[in-house]
């Protein structure tokens, strides 16, 4: 390490006193000056005794680094016979009055298995008050805003659907292509050794239409849009940007949350209803590639193979997905402890969250709505 | 010249089309107190953003320890800063770690301590600049404005520096935390010969502190001197700043 190089310091260094039993301590006793030999320094004091006297007195410099150093090497004391310049004094003296600061003792829990597993359950079962308690707050708000629709963030709202939606198209769509691709080729394959190629239509199309046009959405709506909107309630929860509004009168439920909520709501179904419609047409481009099985014929089949309560099934899922979505990220972003590593740590958590609970919800709605949506 | 600290020569800064410094040319010596005065938007922050290289002024040349700032590259530039400490306006205190480990941050970056040293050096400082034991262990969130400030303070302390750029060091600081916040410098700078290079508004600091004052103006330097020979140029904004009521009684009391 190179440490002040346009005046070369003079080395630091402890010389035995000519004049008693003592030790000379000599030169610039600076950070810069002692740096490239700290640890040589450290053994020379070291092996010095404390006892006798020291005449500090032809030192050039001297900080706090370099006091620390003597201090400790006499063991925090500084010693009766000492030569020094006063000011070099009033540091030495005021680095032993310091004393050095006891050791951080970590706590050891003697049942640390135990311990854990209360604060676990604690901090679950705090965590789900606080999400109940933010359903209320957010189901209040719904009823406020029933009663009086004019207070309604209208914009907010809009750039919500605007960002969150519009914005996220490119990508659902391409996703959702290539995913039709995938699942139309390796189902043609299969098919076409029982002979049955006609039964690509109610493959793909009911794979995507009621299953992978709604997950797709949401999966790629939270990583995209749940993360962000976790992040900017976080930020602005740092920057006390949630006081200034609570402070102005404005609820921040109503002003962010619910219109972000209500936003992803009704844009889930639509981003899904996109995502099954590519998935349908790169099933189809496959279908007539590998299986001579033409868009016409493809497409007349299609009635028969989704019947129309699929899509009402693949619709009402998407909108519970959509304000699952928006209500974890907005609790998580409301979480956000004021640092940096908690807006991380939240933001991670707020993603892995929803699409968790998504893809439990959409279990659940498997299992639920079995008998719904099928012909027969 | 061996006594200039830092050296600015032409200074020219421009934000889009606004020019916020057009031509500057500022010696900070060895061993001073300088103090930067300026309106609100005069690029007070700015030009001391620029002495340290975190901007690049449009034109003009930097140097910091007569070494050019724009020529210098990598270790040596690293080396360079390990020389000046910065308290920055807002304190900007890493808000992840507790006080302690931010004092200690630079110290254990430099990996010459031992960890019991770095832990020694770490409560020196933090009583240096009158923060309580207890607030070690906080994080910054945790703490008053004042107290960041005097624990960035420490931050910048940490590493001994040879020049201290405080950007308003007692703004938000009550009269008795600024006083002994002047004290502190003060009692630095006769133990290290520190130079201190400050942003501030604070006439009291500028009476108590400072031996020459820098004014900026219209993007130039309206005056530079001792606060004597500052208030005695005429110029309609130091004419407002030092002698409005407020100015004249801090002045001349």
């Known amino acids: 390490m190179t440490l002040g190089t346009d005046e070369e310091p003079s080395p630091a260094a402890v010389l035995p006193w000519a004049e008693g039993s003592g030790w000379r301590v000599i030169g610039d006793w600076t950070l810069a000056g002692m740096a490239p030999r700290l640890h040589q320094l450290r053994g020379e004091l070291r092996s010095v005794s404390a006892a006798g006297g020291w005449d500090l007195s032809s030192l050039t410099a001297l900080d706090s680094a370099g006091a620390l150093l003597l201090v400790r090497s006499w ?65 209040w708000e719904v009823a406020r805003l029933v009663h009086e629709p004019r207070g309604f963030p209208l914009r907010e709202w809009s750039a919500t659907l605007y960002k969150a939606g519009f914005l996220a198209l490119p990508i659902t769509g391409l996703v959702g292509l290539l995913i039709g691709v995938v699942l139309s080729y390796l189902s043609a394959l299969q098919l076409r050794l029982f002979g049955a190629e006609a039964l690509i239509v ?13 997950l797709l959405a949401a999966i790629l709506v939270a990583g995209r849009s749940g993360s962000a909107m976790t992040a900017e309630l976080g930020v602005m929860r740092l920057t006390e940007e949630l006081d200034a509004l609570r402070v102005m009168g404005v609820s921040p439920f109503r002003r962010l949350v619910l219109p972000k909520v209500l936003a992803l709501g009704l844009l889930m179904p639509l981003v899904a209803f996109w995502a099954s419609m590519w998935s349908i047409l790169g099933g189809m481009l496959i279908a007539d590639l590998e299986l001579g099985l033409g868009f016409r014929q493809f497409l007349a089949g299609l009635p028969d193979a989704i019947p129309v309560g699929t899509y009402w099934l693949s619709l009402w899922k998407s909108l519970v997905f959509g304000v699952v979505i928006g209500v974890v990220a907005c609790f998580y972003g409301l979480r956000v ?13 707020s993603v892995v969250v929803s699409i968790t609970m998504v893809i439990v919800l959409d279990a659940l709605f498997a299992v639920a709505f079995r008998d719904v949506g099928w012909h027969g | 010249m061996a006594d200039t600290v830092i050296g600015l020569t032409g200074i020219v800064t421009r934000f889009g089309e606004r020019v916020v410094h057009d031509g500057i040319d500022l010696a900070v010596r060895r061993g001073e107190v300088l103090a930067l005065v300026g309106g609100s938007g005069s690029g007070k922050t700015t030009l001391l953003r620029e002495m340290i290289g975190l901007l690049r002024p449009a034109a003009g040349r930097v140097t910091a320890f007569d070494r050019d700032l724009q020529a210098l590259r990598g270790t040596e530039l690293a080396s360079l800063r390990r020389r000046w400490g910065v308290l920055f306006q807002h304190g900007a205190l890493f808000s992840a770690l507790s006080i302690a480990d931010n004092v200690a941050f630079p110290l254990r970056e430099a990996r010459v301590f031992t960890a019991s040293e770095v832990a020694h050096l770490v409560a020196r400082k933090l009583a240096q600049v009158g923060l309580p034991d207890t607030a070690a ?82 993007g130039r330097l309206a005056a530079l001197g001792s606060l004597e020979e500052v208030t005695a140029v005429d110029h309609p904004f130091i004419r407002e700043y030092f002698w409005g009521t407020r100015g004249a009684r801090r002045v001349m009391g």
């Open chain 2, 137 to 218: 262990e906080l994080l910054p969130a945790a703490l008053s404005g004042g107290m960041v400030k005097r624990a960035a303070l420490a931050r910048a302390l940490a590493l001994e520096p040879e020049l201290l750029l405080l950007d308003e060091p007692t703004a938000g600081l009550d009269p008795v935390a600024s006083e002994q916040f002047v004290r502190l410098i003060r009692a630095l700078r006769g133990a290290l010969g520190l130079t201190v290079v400050l942003v501030t508004h604070d006439l009291d600091t500028i009476r108590d502190l400072c031996d020459r004052v820098a004014v900026l103006a219209d």
């Open chain 1, 75 to 139: 063991g925090g004391v500084v010693p009766r016979e000492l030569r020094a310049h006063a000011r070099h004094r009033e540091l030495l003296d005021a680095l032993a009055a310091q004393g050095a600061p006891p050791a951080h003792r970590r706590q050891w829990s003697r049942i640390p298995g135990v311990t854990a597993l209360g604060n676990w359950v604690l901090a679950g079962c705090s965590r789900v008050a606080e999400a109940v308690a933010l359903l209320g707050q957010l189901c």
């Open chain 1, 202 to 214: 109610n493959l793909v199309g009911l794979a995507t239409a009621r299953e992978l046009g709604p």
């Open chain 1, 337 to 349: 402890a004021p640092n940096t590593a908690s807006l991380g740590a939240e933001t991670t958590r």
